[in-house]
């Protein structure tokens, strides 16, 4: 009766953190579309969704710990909810540089309007089809995500760089658009970002399945 009510409580745990990670990827999503569409109240809907994801930071914390205290986690469960401990910091973090993206949207929006950079939006479908799997690949116990996060990760990685050299040159033709640019430039840095945590969050779903703490970063 006990080890059912364990297993309950450690799948609404489990619940709770795929609802977290769908807000923030609604976040990126809407910081997105803020960003082509112009659109300043999107961009501040973005922001107040955060609180949203810190509270279920709180909350899921709050049930890791409870788990720990009151159960007898056998090694998995254990390690399932070492790992969701871990999970819900690098989601957290990805719902910063989100509201990060929309305090940089609405900066923009006051500017003068550019041309929003193709690698930018590629950048953008990149990281949300990267976290889209991450979340997919908790739900799946899914080990060989940690293979093509790698390869992901790449490349969003190269187009990043891609983003960097193009905004350079911009700069170098139109000085006047530097303020602009540099915002853009920030933005893609923090899609970067975020998809670094994802990565974070390979190496814990594959220490959770397998006992075993894979480094994905070089």
């Known amino acids: 009766m006990l080890r059912q009510s364990f297993i309950e409580e450690l799948k609404k745990l489990e619940n709770s953190l795929l609802e977290m990670g769908n807000v923030v990827k609604q976040m990126l999503e809407k910081s997105k579309t803020a960003l082509l569409e112009r659109d300043e109240e999107l961009a501040k809907k973005v922001i107040e969704m955060d609180d949203i994801v810190d509270k279920y930071n709180w909350d899921i914390e709050d049930k890791c710990l409870k788990l720990l205290a009151l159960q007898q986690p056998m090694a998995h469960d254990l390690r399932v909810i070492a790992a969701a401990m871990k ?24 500017m003068p309007s550019l041309p929003i950079n193709e690698a930018l939006i590629k950048m953008f479908e990149l990281v949300e089809k990267i976290l889209c799997d991450s979340l997919e690949a ?7 995500f940690i293979i ?21 040159e911009e700069i170098e033709h139109a000085p006047e658009t530097a303020p602009q640019q540099i915002r853009l430039l920030m933005i893609a840095r923090f899609l970067e970002r975020v998809a670094d945590h994802v990565t974070n969050v390979a190496e814990r779903i594959y220490y959770m399945e397998t006992g075993e703490l894979k480094e994905l970063h070089e």
């Not at 990805?94 to 929006?109: H, S």
């Not at 908790?138 to 060989?144: A, G, K, L, P, T």
């Not at 093509?148 to 350079?168: F, G, H, L, N, P």
């Open 87 to 110: 999970i819900i910091s690098d989601i957290e973090r990805m719902g910063d540089y989100c509201v990060d993206i929309a305090k940089f949207t609405i900066e923009l929006i006051k």
């Open 138 to 144: 908790f739900v799946n116990r899914d080990v060989n």
């Open 148 to 168: 093509s996060v790698v390869e992901q990760d790449d490349a969003i990685d190269r187009t990043y760089y891609k983003i960097y050299d193009e905004i350079v």
